[in-house]
Every structure is written in structure tokens, then in C-alpha cells.
């Protein structure tokens, strides 16, 4: 499709790319679809997804859905919701507090909020030296709001932080993501953020609740899915 057809410039604006991008990346496709024809067949990742979809109808169908949720979300700054009462808005991710954090139950609350803030802070300047990748995501329901830490977009994950990697904690982390996802009409990820690698075991409490893992390694950070969660 052309550079001046409805659709390509539609999808164009949505992405805030020229329509010539747009156009000669639909040409990518028609050339790996009908080798030959159309302009450079894609390669890599786009292909193995492509690979995926293509000939399934209803999963194409459902991947424009959500890639138009997500774009929402981002260009918006807020998505419509399939339950009523739902208001869902992305948000800057919270910043370490300056003012000393209120006791309400017991020092280790106080101390794990601030280790927290701690590790949140350095993956997002490890990860996002330029401010613009990572997010947050506000969900205010009928009865509270709850925040999710980390949102990349890119890598479509949502990343829970946690002060430390023992049994309670992560526990407590997949029970919040699970929470936070049931809310959204798009397919995301869940990852917990935790100071070092979880045993063993619980690297097997992780995986059987699909949750992945992203720990400090050194000056750096590491995942538990090969990569992918810290993909550029």
C-alpha cells in the first residue's frame, strides 16, 4: 500500500512515523509473503512473530486489538477498560522520597519501602538513562488504586519491585501482578525486580506462575528469559 493510502497514514500518525515508513514496511511484508515481489522480506523477531500469525485470521485480529490498546495507553495517556468503574492512566514512575517514610506497623516496613525506592531507582537509571522508556500505571477501581511499578512498553512487561528475594515477598509480587493484569485488554508480561537471583526453588515458584525474574548482577541487571525483559 502506498504512502498516501488511508490506512497506512492512520497507522502512521498512531506511531508519529512518516507514511513512506510506514508504506515501505508494509512492502517488507508483501516481499516475505510473496518472495520476489514488494520490498526487503523482514527477518528476526518480526518474522518469527509474523510466522505466527500469518494464515490465522483470528490471531491477527487479535493482535491489531491490542497493539491499538497499547498505543492508546501511550499516545493518551489512558485506555478504555472492559470493566466498568476502571479508570487506567499511565504515570510517571515514582522517584525515592525525599521525606522520611511514615511508620505505620514496624521498622522493616519503613526499611523495605526505602530499598525498594532504592532498587527502582537504580534499574530505571540503568535501564532508562533517558527518561523516556519506563512508566508507571495507575489503576483506580471502584474501591482503591493500585500502582504498578514499572511499565516497558517496549518489552510489554509489567515489573513488580520487591526489597528482598524470599518466599513471602515474591508470593506477595505475583498476587499484585496477577491483580494488575486482570485489568488491562492487552497482553503483557510479569516480572519481578529483586535485589539478587532467587534460589533455585523459587526461580521454580516464579516459573510456575509465569512470572520471570530480573535481578541486580554486578553494575548491571539480569533476567530470567534469556534477555528478553531487558531487550533494547
Not at 492512520?10 to 512492502?27: D, N, Q
Not at 514512575?93 to 519501602?113: D, F, G, I, N
Not at 518466599?167 to 499484585?176: F, K, T, V
Not at 506462575?209 to 533494547?232: E, N, Q, T
Request: charged share 30%; net charge neutral; aromatic share 6%.
Amino acid at each position: 500500500m502506498g504512502a498516501k493510502d488511508a490506512e497506512v497514514r492512520e497507522i502512521a500518525e498512531l506511531l508519529g512515523r512518516s507514511p513512506a515508513s510506514i508504506s515501505w514496511r508494509v512492502a517488507n511484508f508483501a516481499g516475505t509473503d510473496r518472495p520476489g515481489t514488494g520490498g526487503k522480506p523482514i527477518t528476526g523477531e518480526p518474522l518469527a512473530l509474523w510466522d505466527r500469525m500469518r494464515g490465522n485470521r483470528a490471531a491477527l485480529q487479535r493482535a491489531v486489538i491490542q497493539a491499538r490498546l497499547r498505543m492508546s495507553l501511550l499516545t493518551s495517556g489512558m485506555v478504555i477498560n472492559h470493566l466498568d468503574d476502571v479508570d487506567i492512566r499511565i504515570v510517571a514512575p515514582e522517584l525515592p522520597s525525599v521525606e522520611p517514610v511514615a511508620v505505620v506497623t514496624k521498622e522493616a516496613v519503613r526499611a523495605a519501602e526505602q530499598a525498594e525506592a532504592a532498587l527502582r531507582e537504580d534499574f530505571r537509571s540503568w535501564r532508562d538513562r533517558k527518561g523516556d522508556r519506563l512508566r508507571g500505571i495507575s489503576i483506580k477501581t471502584p474501591t482503591s488504586t493500585l500502582r504498578v511499578d514499572l511499565y516497558d512498553p517496549m518489552a510489554e512487561v509489567l515489573i513488580e519491585v520487591k526489597a528482598k528475594a524470599n518466599r513471602d515477598h515474591l508470593r506477595y509480587a505475583i498476587g499484585q501482578l496477577y491483580d494488575y493484569r486482570r485489568y488491562l485488554d492487552f497482553d503483557v508480561d510479569l516480572a519481578v525486580l529483586v535485589p539478587s537471583r532467587p534460589t533455585e526453588d523459587l526461580m521454580g515458584l516464579l516459573e510456575a506462575a509465569s512470572v520471570g525474574a530480573i535481578w541486580k548482577s554486578g553494575s548491571a541487571f539480569a533476567d530470567s528469559a534469556d534477555g528478553r525483559f531487558l531487550r533494547s
